[in-house]
């Protein structure tokens, strides 16, 4: 285990996605390394981040054909405003799995509001306007009257840093995999709102990959 974590180079797609496949199966998120459900930050440079936060009472916000591409805008959006390199993304219907790497000196909680903070922005205005009767499923009351809106559950979700190549490469799959194991689909490169399609088939996504910053094996 080096300090720089995984910082390194991938030098080419195919060579990242035989060795997603080479590694042993594990359709677990096992907790290796911290975890929290109200998510705590480790900001240490280069280390990757396996990210999951869900929406509000975990309810199905992501069905259909319109809120995931805003979400999708609002991923791609961020990566400018807080740099960060994506590896992989998927987004459920009720939750979203990310695995990226913040650039040094940037905190994760600043790449999550970033990410999280314009898609309730986006959702709340679009509702306000034309579908008003859905307000009440957005609606958190707290215990002294305030109401606030929400599109995202309460709390951080699940950060875990991954400080090796293999557990980077397995969370990658794990991500990629969700929607089979849910019986979505049959093929993982079938989901429309995965990163899965451009690692397995090179077509390209809705939000690029950071091929070039994808970690390699560290040769001894």
Not at 34 to 62: G, I, M
């Amino acid at each position: 285990m080096q300090d720089r974590g995984c910082r390194g180079l991938r030098r080419s797609r195919n060579h990242a996605y035989s060795l997603l496949h080479a590694l042993p199966q594990d359709s677990t998120l096992s907790p290796v390394g911290p975890t929290r459900t109200h998510r705590k930050s480790w900001d240490v440079d280069w280390d990757v981040h396996c990210l999951t936060f869900s929406t509000f009472q975990r309810q199905a916000f992501f069905l259909g054909k319109r809120t995931p591409p805003w979400f999708l805008a609002s991923l791609a959006l961020a990566r400018e405003r807080s740099p960060f390199h994506l590896f992989a993304y998927v987004v459920m219907p009720e939750h979203v799995h990310l695995v990226l790497q913040p650039l040094p000196g940037v905190p994760m909680r600043r790449v999550l509001w970033q990410i999280k903070r314009p898609m309730t922005a986006s959702v709340l205005s679009w509702v306000r306007r034309y579908a008003p009767t859905f307000l009440p499923r957005m609606t958190d009351k707290h215990p002294g009257g305030k109401v606030v809106y929400r599109f995202w559950q309460r709390g951080g979700g699940h950060d875990r840093n991954l400080r090796s190549v293999g557990d980077v490469y397995e969370k990658i799959r794990y991500v990629h995999e969700n929607p089979v194991r849910r019986g979505l689909i049959e093929r993982a490169e079938d989901w429309l709102w995965s990163s899965a399609a451009e690692w397995i088939t090179g077509k390209k996504g809705p939000v690029i990959i950071d091929w070039d910053a994808m970690p390699e094996p560290q040769v001894r």
